[in-house]
């Protein structure tokens, strides 16, 4: 039976025969925190998904700034509004949790 609490740790993964073909430690990085997951905990609705997924297109195609995928202008608002406020409620969380650990 599968114990989470049992299994091996990502260093041990990575040192694990199965994946030695694939590790190489001069190319990897280690983090020296903990991944900050407190924003799958936010109600996303499709369109902010779908909001959150346009920036990022944006980020890596800087020619699409400016112009939208959404025709409807005043969807197109409420998209970003939502996207803006997930964003906002995403670094309080982040906020509180770094907060939370300095006072550990």
Known sequence: MFNPHERI?????????????????KSEH????AFDFEFEKLHMTKEVLQEFM?????????????????VDPEKRAAQ????????AA???AAAQQQQAAQQQ
């Open 80 to 87: 970003i509004a939502a996207a803006q406020a997930a964003k």
């Open 30 to 33: 280690s983090c020296s925190r």
């Open 54 to 70: 346009w920036q990022e297109i944006q980020h890596y195609r800087p020619e699409l700034k400016g112009k939208t995928w959404v």
């Open 90 to 92: 995403a670094a309080a």
């Open 9 to 25: 740790n990502v260093d041990e993964a990575l040192e694990h025969p199965y994946f030695k073909s694939l590790h190489n430690a």
